[in-house]
């Protein structure tokens, strides 16, 4: 079955950065974009970016463009995210998402949240 | 950007009544583009109605949708407690990727 496994939490100061994993299982991982979600209560979900593994490929939201650096690990089924610049605003949840071929997404990661806090 | 319009915000609904939430878009999207999740707190969302009207693996059946064009629906035909949740459309035609701001449905 279908797996991405991400950690469940990290707290990092403000100004640093921080490099969040999601790990796939259960499909070929080099045949399906990989996506980025972040969650905050008062923005709902948005879209960061995504990536596809299979030749690292990548498309970002313009609002995270600078912000989020997406990159894959064929040899580990690995997908990474990493936050720049970190501030108060970027405290969230992050999913990972397998995409489909119609957009949408089967399958979420259980979300890394994300403190920043000095 | 498509911007996803949800209404309602919030709602309460008692046990065995019908809900109905919509979801409008700026631009118009094909009906293959748009998605249904539910979230319940401190779960990830799970796909609930993709391509507008087809019910995900395991969704029960009281659960449906429709639309077509810039205007689309999520219906529950009778409501039962473990639908408490939070509802968010999504289209995947154009990018960004965008989702609506969900609907938070409640048990009166």
């Known amino acids: 079955q279908v797996q991405l496994q991400q950690p469940g939490a990290e707290l990092v100061k403000p100004g640093a950065s921080v490099k969040m994993s999601c790990k796939a299982s259960g499909y070929t991982f080099t045949n399906y974009n990989m996506h980025w979600v972040k969650q905050t209560p008062g923005q709902g979900l948005e879209w960061i970016g995504a990536i596809y593994p299979g030749n690292g490929d990548t498309s970002y939201n313009q609002e995270f463009k600078g912000k989020a650096t997406l990159t894959a690990d064929k040899s580990s089924s690995t997908a990474y995210m990493q936050l720049s610049s970190l501030t108060s605003e970027d405290s969230a949840v992050y999913y990972c998402?397998?995409?489909?071929?119609?957009?949408?997404?089967?399958?979420w990661g259980q979300g890394t949240l994300v403190t920043v806090s000095a | 950007e498509i911007v996803l319009t949800q209404s309602p915000t919030t709602m309460a609904a008692s046990p065995g009544e019908k809900i109905t939430i919509t979801c409008s878009a700026s631009s118009s999207i094909s009906s293959s583009y748009l998605h249904w999740y539910q979230q319940k707190p401190g779960f990830s969302p799970k796909l609930l109605i993709y391509r507008t009207s087809n019910l995900a693996s395991g969704v029960p059946t009281r659960f449906s949708g429709s639309g077509s064009g810039t205007s689309y629906s999520l219906t529950i035909g009778t409501m039962e407690a473990e639908d408490v949740a939070t509802y968010y459309c999504?289209?995947?035609?154009?990018?960004?990727?965008?989702f609506g701001a969900g609907t938070k449905l409640e048990l009166k």
């Open positions: 999504q289209q995947g035609s154009s990018l960004p990727l965008t």
């Open positions: 998402a397998r995409g489909d071929y119609d957009g949408g997404f089967a399958y």
